[in-house]
C-alpha cells in the first residue's frame, strides 16, 4: 500500500507527491496532476513514478511543468517574438517563436526548427526554465490554481 506524504511547501505545493510507496531505490511517487479527473486537468490514471532515479522529477518538470524549486508551474516567457531562420533544411521551419526569459533577460527558442507535431509543445521553454529560473518566478506572477469546488473545500 502507499503512504500519505506531506507537501514540503504547503498546500499549495504541486510538486511534492502526496502518495508513495516503496523505500530505496524502489521509492515511487504518484503524480497528483496525471490522477486528476479530465475535467481538471488530470488523466484520470495513477502514474507512479520512481523517486531515486529522477523519473518523478523530469515527468513532474517535463510533462507537467512544474518547477522542483517552487512547487509550481514554471514562469512563463514575458514577450514573443518570431525569428526568421536564415537556410532552413528540408523539413525544418523558416521561423520559430522565441520568449523572453525574466530571470536571464534572454530570448529562448519555445519550439523546435523541425516542422513536426510535437507531444508536449512546452518542452523547450520548460527545459530552459528548469536549468535557469531556480526559485524565481515573476514578481507578482500569482493564480496558478483554477477557483474550483475542492479549491472551496481546502
Not at 39 to 63: C, D, I, P, T
Request: net charge positive; with cysteine; aromatic share 10%.
Amino acid at each position: 500500500g502507499a503512504t500519505a506524504n506531506a507537501p514540503r511547501e504547503g498546500w499549495g505545493d504541486l510538486y511534492t507527491p502526496r502518495w508513495v510507496k516503496g523505500r530505496g531505490a524502489d521509492k515511487m511517487g504518484l503524480c497528483g496532476v496525471c490522477v486528476e479527473p479530465r475535467e481538471r486537468g488530470g488523466e484520470a490514471r495513477a502514474v507512479w513514478l520512481g523517486m531515486k532515479f529522477s523519473a518523478y522529477n523530469y515527468h513532474m518538470q517535463y510533462g507537467h511543468g512544474i518547477s522542483a524549486h517552487t512547487t509550481r508551474p514554471f514562469s512563463p516567457p514575458l514577450a514573443f517574438r518570431d525569428v526568421t531562420r536564415p537556410n532552413p533544411a528540408k523539413g525544418e521551419k523558416g521561423s520559430v517563436t522565441v520568449g523572453m526569459c525574466h530571470h536571464c533577460r534572454k530570448w529562448v527558442p519555445v519550439e523546435g526548427v523541425k516542422d513536426v507535431q510535437v507531444k508536449v509543445p512546452e518542452l523547450f521553454w520548460w527545459k530552459h526554465a528548469a536549468a535557469c529560473h531556480g526559485a524565481s518566478t515573476i514578481e507578482g506572477e500569482h493564480g496558478v490554481f483554477e477557483e474550483d469546488e475542492v479549491w472551496n473545500k481546502v
